[in-house]
């Protein structure tokens, strides 16, 4: 099953997060099957490729709940 969750990545403390399509049995910071999008923490900056974002939740990949939250947020930005 796919999985749309966030990659840690940056610096000790610094914390930001790539959003990623990876299969739900590989590791959190694993190789990722695609990279849709990014967010980082300390200055709650957002970008998301909503259209990649929903062909694969058509598909079947299921986004963990703190990402879920993050595209409501972002679409909620935009409009």
Do not use: C, W
Request: no cysteine.
């Amino acid at each position: 099953m796919l999985k749309i969750r966030l990659k840690r990545f940056g610096r000790k403390k610094q914390p930001s997060y790539r959003i990623i399509v990876i299969d739900s049995r590989k590791r959190r910071d694993g190789k990722a099957i695609e990279e849709v999008g990014f967010y980082n923490t300390l200055t709650k900056q957002i970008k998301l490729d909503i259209t990649k974002i929903q062909k694969r939740i058509k598909e079947g990949a299921q986004a963990t709940k703190t990402v879920h939250n993050l595209i409501i947020k972002a679409e909620n930005k935009n409009i």
